[in-house]
């Protein structure tokens, strides 16, 4: 029985978690589920789910989650210092980081420094300090097992290729909603527009950041840590009908690809079971109705964030810090309707430019510029 702790399980790639351990129970113990704002969900779930665990990271939501499971066993925190404590119980085998953004980081390090495998949901974890991480991971010796549907193509097309170095990859990219709108058109989608994603349902985060591509751009750097690739060996392909989840070439002119329908739980159950596949009744690939699979090159011109995020690969250091702090604050600002779509862009441009750059940076120094960069691309929208 691998036990398992879940973080962020009441967002998208928590409850599809919650889902894929239920339904194989010979394999799996539920020992710890977190939340955020929705501490009505955490409590349905810890009465459904039967955790040992509970913890809320806003601490101003114990009392009512305490109060509405106080007829049960289970025990309640609160804080994210509380889950960063929790994550490193002996009675954890895996850890299921699906937080959303930046504050994935602490806990990830944590669970990693008490040697934890780590199922990766959190591709701000690696964005932000991809580095620090991979250190971690190789120190402690522990497994950072990928979430993400394009990484989890690669780590499945890899399998049984350990002698075998990439050439390079193809991650595929939907294009999201805004994919054949001129750059005119995006000056005025809203918010509600760009959270209507054609092929995929997630959280409110990920979305807007599928819709303006700095979704694949942080994928790009998730790819370089996890698979060792620099920029040269890392190509985004436009594939709208999203079902070749990504490709790896190798030194033959090989490439293996990972084909199946848009459904996380196959990426999240191959990360929790690895190297073994279970049998599942996910919805199988009909390929006599796909009419066809389609390829193109992305635009970095009305796509600026790509474009970015490959920059910010290239530098290093702290850049990529910078660009997912003030993306995170763009993000929000959009999503509150404070500013427009291509706005976003210019504001992450004008942080990246405005902030000092650090070539090694330590933890702490990731914390002090993630709240100058945020300081920063606030300022910016309120001018
Ligand atoms: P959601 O917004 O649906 O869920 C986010 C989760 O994180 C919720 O449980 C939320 O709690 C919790 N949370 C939010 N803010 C904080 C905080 N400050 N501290 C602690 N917990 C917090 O996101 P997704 O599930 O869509 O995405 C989660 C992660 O997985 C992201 O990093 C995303 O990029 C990645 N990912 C998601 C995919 C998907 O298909 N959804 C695909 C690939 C990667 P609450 O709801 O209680 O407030
Ligand atoms: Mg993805």
């Known amino acids: 029985m691998k036990k398992i702790a879940i973080l962020g399980a009441t967002g998208s790639i928590g409850t599809q978690t919650l889902e894929v351990i239920s339904q194989y129970p010979d394999m799996f113990e539920l020992y710890a589920i977190t939340g955020n704002d929705n501490w009505q969900l955490l409590a349905q779930q810890a009465r459904q789910y039967q955790p040992e665990v509970v913890c809320v990271a806003n601490e101003s939501n114990y009392l009512p989650l305490k109060e509405a499971l106080s007829d049960m066993p289970v025990k309640v925190y609160a804080g ?75 780590f499945q097309c890899l399998t049984g290729e350990q002698l075998n170095p990439i050439e390079k990859i193809y991650l595929t990219a939907s294009g999201g909603p805004f994919r054949t709108f001129s750059y005119e058109e995006l000056k005025h989608v809203t918010a509600a527009q760009a959270l ?58 090989a490439v293996k690809a990972q084909l199946g329908t848009p459904d996380m739980r196959l990426p999240i159950l191959y990360a929790l079971t690895y190297p073994r596949r279970m049998q599942t009744n996910y919805e199988r690939v009909d390929f006599l109705k796909i009419s066809s699979l389609t390829f193109e090159a992305p635009d970095t011109k009305r796509f600026r964030n790509l474009a970015f995020a490959f920059e910010a690969m290239e530098r290093g250091g702290n850049a990529p810090c910078v660009l997912n702090a003030a993306n995170e604050v763009v993000v929000k600002a959009f999503l509150q309707g404070k500013i427009g779509f291509l706005q976003m862009s210019d504001i992450i441009e004008d942080t990246m430019q405005q902030t000092e750059f650090l070539s090694s940076p330590s933890y702490e120094d990731y914390v002090q510029c993630d709240a100058m960069a945020r300081r920063m691309a606030q300022q910016l929208i309120e001018k």
Request: glycine share 6%; net charge negative; with cysteine.
């Open 80 to 154: 994210m210092e509380s889950i960063a404590q929790m994550v490193q119980m002996s009675t954890i085998d895996m850890v299921v980081t699906a937080m959303v953004g930046y504050a994935g980081l602490l806990p990830t390090i944590k669970a990693i420094e008490a040697g934890k495998d780590i199922a990766l949901a959190n591709k701000e974890t690696l964005v932000v300090a991809g580095e620090l991480i991979c250190e971690l991971a190789d120190k402690y010796k522990v497994k950072i097992l990928p979430v993400d549907s394009e990484h989890s193509a690669i």
């Open 196 to 253: 209507r994603h054609p092929n995929w349902t997630m959280g409110a985060k990920i979305t807007i950041d599928s819709a303006s591509m700095m979704n694949k751009g942080f994928e790009v750097i998730e790819a370089k840590w996890l698979f060792g690739l620099n920029a040269q060996q890392i190509e985004v392909l436009v594939h709208p009908q999203s079902i070749v989840h990504s490709m790896v070439q190798f030194a033959d002119g």
